[in-house]
């Protein structure tokens, strides 16, 4: 780079449910960022899925000149009569959930040959979809809970075969989407139908989870080929279970341990879990992975997130602070990896 400033593009916002958690998330990382090394462009997503230069604002209230991507020589045009045109050196895509967090947007990325914080195409997408990411999980060999696929075409299972199965109560779950949006715990049948036709309205596949008891445990994941795992932190949630208004709106919703209260050879279970999971899904850069700690010992991973909450009191940033890696400090790293892979990625033959 030459010693000159390194030209970052925070992407946020975005067409999924989690949009705002995104720009919460993009506010925290911008503001974080160490103006003496990196310049910043900001591009906003809408709800419409339309572009944005957005100036210094990081909100689409302050929409400015809607732009494209550019497919080659890492530029962004901008869709106007200057047709001015942006160079980024990497970009930080602090985008949650679908068409944004699922592969979508890393693809066109990778078309553009811009280096990206976070996993490629291929962890992102399975990291999203639950059924497909559990598949792979049970595939590695990592313990997981039971589990039951549905998809909006078929007939669901009746309420008696799939407590037979999973027991009761159960939760139901969109299998792309995350932040706990559309989640329900279903006790009874009445329960059932209420929760299937909320989670159908985020996804045409579902999937219907067992209820395990335990510690909900969560552990950050750093890095590429060589990933490290962090000190694993707690959430003990005050409601039923750890919804998005326990996650977002409630102030009280939920208590959060960093680091957890853990022996140190559950800890080294988690941690080596952790970066298992982390390969057995192809992720890169970053990732938190959500853990059942049993009565009897037994961890039981729930799921990966490959881009988690980002503002400063997230679990995934806290997480790193206890393992003595500050917020800035995690940024700087998160980006020098983006560089550093793609940077192995074009030193690779190609064929001609």
Not at 34 to 52: A, C, F, M
Not at 151 to 175: M, R, V
Not at 221 to 239: I, W
Not at 256 to 279: C, H, M, T, W, Y
Request: overall charge negative; proline content about 5%.
């Amino acid at each position: 780079m030459n010693n000159r400033k390194i030209t970052v593009g925070i992407i946020f916002g975005g067409k999924s449910a989690e949009h705002e958690i995104s720009i919460q998330s993009a506010k925290n990382v911008y503001e974080a960022l160490d103006r003496s090394k990196y310049e910043t462009v900001l591009i906003g997503i809408d709800k419409d899925g339309k572009w944005y230069f957005t100036g210094d604002y990081l909100s689409l209230e302050f929409k400015k000149e809607s732009i494209a991507i550019v497919p080659e020589n890492r530029h962004l045009l901008r869709n106007s009569s200057s047709s001015r045109e942006i160079k980024l050196d990497v970009v930080f895509p602090v985008l949650h959930g679908p068409f944004g967090e699922d592969g979508t947007v890393q693809g066109l990325l990778k078309l553009a040959n811009l280096p990206f914080v976070g996993s490629g195409v291929a962890g992102s997408a399975v990291g999203m979809d639950k059924d497909l990411m559990k598949r792979l999980f049970r595939d590695a060999g990592i313990p997981i809970g039971k589990f039951i696929t549905v998809k909006s075409h078929e007939t669901p299972p009746s309420f008696e075969k799939i407590e037979a199965e999973l027991g009761s109560p159960f939760f139901i779950k969109p299998a792309n989407m995350g932040s706990s949006v559309g989640i329900s715990k279903a006790y009874n049948e009445k329960d059932f139908i209420a929760a299937l036709n909320d989670a159908f309205q985020y996804d045409n596949k579902i999937i219907l989870e067992e209820f395990i008891p335990g510690r909900e445990i969560e552990c950050a994941v750093l890095g590429n080929e060589n990933p490290q795992a962090s000190l694993p932190g707690e959430v003990v949630p005050l409601h039923d279970f750890y919804s998005y208004n326990a996650k977002y709106i409630d102030e009280k919703g939920a208590d959060l341990i960093i680091p957890a209260k853990l022996d140190n050879d559950v800890i080294k279970r988690i941690q080596e879990a952790s970066v298992k999971a982390f390969g057995a899904l192809c992720c890169e850069g970053l990732a938190r992975v959500d853990f059942f700690l049993k009565e009897n010992g037994e961890i039981l991973v729930n799921e990966i997130n490959t881009m988690p909450g980002f503002t400063k009191i997230s679990m995934y940033p806290k997480l790193w602070e206890a393992s003595g890696i500050g917020y800035r400090e995690l940024i700087d790293r998160l980006i020098q990896q983006a560089i550093d892979r793609l940077e192995k990625e074009q030193k690779l033959k190609v064929i001609k």
